[in-house]
């Protein structure tokens, strides 16, 4: 069962767009949310993270939304670059738990010039 | 490059067979997670060590196992290989046992299985 539920699959957008990849969680133990970027042959590295008491987070470009009631949080990349291409993984940690991370199916971006 | 090293890169191996997957964490990193990335389940969590003990356990098979050694590093033991084991594992780290923190990841061993 996938306890981070990851939309859209993959985006297309020209380069100047904006982006928007939304994910959705039930667990309410839930108490960190990161997003990682992942580049072909890399591994996932941290993007930008929300902790719920906060609606919204922003990292030069990259902003996260979050809203705690209807659990649900997403990532916006303002002025998009075909640099940004590159497969983006929302994710979760418990507050019971270990810092393992649970994350969502992944979103394929691309950027085109 | 995140400092987490993981060897071989690419394995090809054939059904029942047993293979093993190695992981260097970076430096002064106690913590180290074992990942399988699919194409259509993402990243899903096997198991986690902390300083040579096993701290939480995630969607990891009877067949598969792991141990942490003490200088750290991390090795993931995969038996009775079936060809739904072909994907992409990871394994990252991170100084924490408890979080939140970020976790390191390496570049991945890629198993296929014929």
């Known amino acids: 069962q996938q306890q981070v539920k990851q939309s859209p699959q993959s985006l297309i957008v020209q380069k100047g767009g904006i982006p928007i990849i939304n994910c959705a969680y039930e667990?309410?133990?839930?108490?960190?949310f990161p997003w990682y970027q992942q580049f072909p042959g890399k591994g996932p590295a941290l993007l930008i993270a929300i902790r719920p008491d906060v609606s919204e987070k922003k990292e030069g470009r990259f902003t996260i939304s979050f809203n705690k009631s209807a659990k649900q949080f997403s990532l916006h990349i303002m002025d998009s670059q075909p640099g940004d291409s590159a497969t983006y993984f929302c994710a979760a940690r418990s507050e019971t738990g270990a810092n393992n991370l649970f994350f969502g199916t992944g979103t394929r971006l691309t950027v085109i010039p | 490059d995140s400092g987490v090293t993981q060897t071989p890169k690419h394995l090809i191996t054939a059904t029942g067979q047993r293979v093993t997957l190695r992981c260097s964490p970076r430096s002064g990193d106690l913590s180290v997670y074992w990942y399988q990335q699919s194409l259509d389940q993402g990243l899903q969590f096997l198991i986690q060590?902390?300083?040579?003990?096993?701290?939480a356990k995630g969607n990891i098979l009877e067949r598969f196992s792991a141990q942490q050694f003490p200088d750290l590093h991390s090795e993931l033991n995969l038996s009775s290989l079936e060809l739904g084991d072909s994907a992409l594992y990871f394994c990252?780290?991170?100084?924490?046992?408890?979080?939140?923190?970020?976790?390191?990841f390496g570049e991945g061993s890629r198993l296929t299985v014929l």
């Open positions: 060590y902390y300083n040579g003990e096993e701290r």
């Open positions: 990252a780290s991170s100084v924490r046992v408890e979080g939140p923190g970020e976790l390191f």
């Open positions: 667990n309410t133990a839930f108490d960190y």
